[in-house]
């Protein structure tokens, strides 16, 4: 593969500086290629490898342009910046190294100390564009988020997608505002102390509006995914297809300032190459931090408790900062007593959520009963290396009706849940709106304007969720309804009890943030003990200057513990049951263990106690 200058933008159209449009197009079976603009066509010349370049002092910034391959139809840039007619209109030329940036003295904060909150651009607001996004910063610094996790933004058919759909991975949707408007609010954001994480998709290509494959072999049939043919990164010409991702992964941390990637779903990336292209993709990033003095993240979705894609590539790993590790989350909501069906089927509720804390991957070798066979792997990484959640896109919105937390657990359950998050040493993440418990669902919406593609979507839904005929109709992920019933409602922010739970997440925001023992990523100074007996699960945690005991009662009844002999003074850090939170009992300020006519702790049900030895000052 020719050498990848790290420096500037190196496929598509990008401006050289001096007047000329530079022009670097993959195509390896052309026999000929033409870049029509403004009414004139101009032959680009082969320059081996399956490449063709060019320049143009005709071709300016905001020029509609298309490519004509082998004197056939026109079609769009593979590596458009801007498709402001949609997937299948023309590209349009933008220049993205002329946004002047304000955001010289940012550091991106270090990854242990991020607090990860994910979004919809179209749901998040109103206007539904990042401008809707920017105007909502002040509050989202005041709730103490210092991370957002945009879902993809790159082009997708229509203006309504969660964005997995996309088909111009350098495209940024022009519905949401363009790539002037995303620079605009990654510059908004870290003037606010925000870092950006942008949700990123390596592992497939949306079925409408896909146009790569008149280019060249950008997917193989030699493995299969979930949504189709895999990307071509080890078959016949895949050296053209991993330096174009390669690519991607540069502009979003270089002329985008974006902080971290989230690669979607890297377990479907297949893969045999001596290299595998997440390594590439991590040396190359490293190259980049080198030149440019910054940080930036890599962290993956992975339904693999396979340690090799968090390892440091000189330990023979992927090299990824780190992963979200779903079966936190299965574990947590099977012991908050949700459904043990499907993926949940292999939890086994409080027992397994101890492991998950102690261990992070709870199936790390033993039989999984769900896969039919032997999962997983023993992992030593530090905490800071696995995103945690209650919610998220997913686990919300690929159920039938899109219910949220806030609709299937109560009030005191909901403030647990969202606690058993924040005392793990791992990252924590929230999804839009539960910090208040936003009650609209988060549905499944698409906007196909293929009216075939549009059926089998809607039928394809019906069909996966058959079995829940009793419970209605799945909604038609086509009708505009659908998204606008996923919206935040904002309103709430200021009604009970909305607020109350609002203020709740604030707090514990800032025993994360205040606490040093809940700032460590140490997985080896923590015990977790399932108390199965009692529905509830007892987490000590400690790191030098301070120890912590975290009491978490899932049980709809009251429990009762004694406090350990080690236990003199102890103080109140949180309890959720708490009248401040419209809670039914408040828990006494300080406690002692070992001592004749010491008190028990009374568990309130559904609740979570913390009690600590030191009390840090904000």
């Known amino acids: 593969m020719k050498p990848i200058d790290i420096s500037k933008r190196g496929v598509g159209v990008y401006f050289t500086g001096d007047g000329k449009a530079g022009i670097t197009l993959w195509s390896p079976d052309a026999t000929s290629i033409e870049l029509c603009c403004n009414g004139e066509r101009q032959l680009l010349e082969k320059a081996g490898m399956g490449y063709w370049t060019g320049s143009s002092d005709k071709l300016k910034a905001g020029d509609r342009y298309t490519f004509r391959i082998d004197g056939d139809k026109e079609l769009p840039d593979p590596a458009s910046l801007s498709q402001p007619d949609g997937v299948h209109g023309p590209s349009q030329a933008v220049d ?11 550091n991106n904060p270090a990854l242990q100390d991020y607090i990860l909150y994910e979004l919809h651009t179209g749901c998040f607001s109103d206007s539904g564009d990042f401008g809707g996004i ?3 910063l002040p509050y989202l610094k005041s709730l103490g988020i210092n991370a957002i996790e945009i879902m993809p933004v790159a082009q997708f058919p229509g203006s309504r997608n969660w964005g997995y759909d996309g088909v111009y991975p350098f495209a940024v949707q022009d519905s949401y505002g363009g790539a002037k408007g995303l620079q605009q609010l990654v510059d908004a954001c870290h003037r606010q102390g925000i870092a950006v994480v942008l949700d990123v998709v390596y592992n497939h290509l949306g079925p409408e509006g896909n146009y790569l494959g008149a280019y060249g072999p950008y997917t193989t049939d030699k493995y299969k995914t979930p949504w189709g043919g895999a990307i071509n990164f080890d078959d016949a010409w895949c050296d053209g297809v991993r330096r174009y991702f390669i690519e991607n992964a540069l502009m979003w941390f270089r002329d985008f300032h974006i902080d971290a990637l989230r690669l979607d779903a890297v377990h479907a990336i297949k893969d045999f190459s001596p290299r595998h292209i997440l390594e ?7 190259a980049l931090m080198a030149l440019t003095g910054r940080r930036y993240y890599l962290i993956a979705e992975l339904d693999l408790n396979d340690d090799r894609y968090i390892n440091p590539v000189e330990k023979g790993g ?17 012991a908050a007593g949700g459904e043990r069906t499907g993926y949940y089927s292999d939890f086994n509720g409080i027992g397994h959520l101890a492991k998950a804390y102690a261990d992070a991957y709870v199936y790390d070798g033993q ?6 066979k032997n999962f997983g792997v023993k992992t030593s990484n530090p905490g800071h290396q696995f995103v945690v959640f209650s919610q998220n896109h997913d686990q919300v919105g690929n159920r039938m009706l899109g219910e949220r937390t806030s609709t299937l657990a109560s009030f005191e359950m909901q403030k647990l849940l969202a606690a058993a998050v924040f005392m793990s040493p791992y990252l924590p993440m929230l999804f839009m709106g539960e910090e208040w418990g936003e009650p609209n669902p988060f549905l499944y919406f698409v906007s196909h304007t293929d009216p075939d593609l549009a059926k089998a979507v809607r039928e394809g839904r019906k069909a996966e969720f058959a079995a829940f005929h009793a419970r209605g109709e799945a909604p038609d992920p086509m009708e505009e309804d659908t998204f606008l019933r996923s919206k935040l409602q904002w309103e709430l922010t200021e009604q009970a009890p909305h607020r109350y739970m609002l203020e709740y997440y ?15 990523p140490d997985r080896k100074a923590l015990h977790a003990e399932a108390r199965e007996d009692k529905g509830s699960l007892i987490l000590h945690r400690w790191t030098e200057g301070q120890d912590l005991i975290c009491w978490m009662n899932f049980s709809n009844k009251e ?14 850090l949180l309890d959720s049951a708490s009248p401040d939170w419209r809670g039914p009992a408040a828990a006494p300020e300080r406690i002692s263990g070992a001592k004749p006519g010491a008190a028990a702790i009374i568990l309130q049900p559904e609740s979570v106690l913390v009690y600590t030895d030191r009390i840090h000052a904000p």
């Open 318 to 334: 992927y090299g990824m900062d780190g992963q979200w590790v779903d079966e936190f989350h299965h574990a947590l909501r099977t």
């Open 96 to 106: 993205a190294g002329i946004y002047r940036w304000t955001d010289e003295g940012w």
């Open 506 to 520: 604030k707090q514990l925001i800032t025993l994360r943030k205040t606490q040093p023992v809940l700032r460590s």
């Open 280 to 286: 590439e993709i991590r040396l190359h990033t490293d």
């Open 367 to 372: 039989f999984s009963e769900h896969r039919k």
């Open 559 to 572: 429990q009762c513990f004694m406090p350990p002999s080690s236990i003199q003074n102890w103080q109140l």
């Open 134 to 136: 920017e105007a909502r």
